[in-house]
Nanobody, 124 residues
Framework: QVQLVESGGGLVQAGGSLSLSCTAS????????MGWFRQAPGKEREFVAS????????FYADSMKGRFTISRDNAKNTVSLQMNSLKPEDTAVYYC?????????????????WGQGTQVTVSS
């Protein structure tokens, strides 16, 4: 099974930008659909974005469209999330996830593997 490790979280002011990365090891990375999710304290895990194996199809939560960009580099076994125009409500632990069946998806239970998460804090 693939192992996922996120990096790039931190503290940023509102309106700023942050880039997250997720590095995968194990099975062939290009066979996985990848996703980003987030979870704020006291809230359920929330879908952020998903990308297909080639990067040709991306899918975003409505509140992230136009601000966040998901991309992948299969040669480097990484998937990235570029976050712009950050808001305090974007504060959460951000998780990388992988799935092998089907296409891009927003349902957490469809994903087979998860990283440990990285904290993103946006100050007002």
């Amino acid at each position: 099974q693939v192992q996922l490790v996120e990096s790039g979280g931190g503290l940023v002011q509102a309106g700023g930008s942050l880039s997250l990365s997720c590095t995968a090891s194990g099975r062939t990375f290009s066979s996985y659909i990848m996703g980003w999710f987030r979870q704020a304290p006291g809230k359920e895990r929330e879908f952020v974005a998903s990308i297909n194996w080639s990067g040709s199809i991306t899918f975003y939560a409505d509140s992230m469209k136009g601000r966040f960009t998901i991309s992948r580099d299969n040669a480097k076994n990484t998937v990235s999330l570029q976050m712009n125009s950050l808001k305090p409500e974007d504060t959460a632990v951000y998780y990388c996830a992988a799935k092998t069946i089907g296409g891009v998806a927003s349902t957490p239970t469809l994903y087979d593997a998860w990283g440990q998460g990285t904290q993103v804090t946006v100050s007002s």
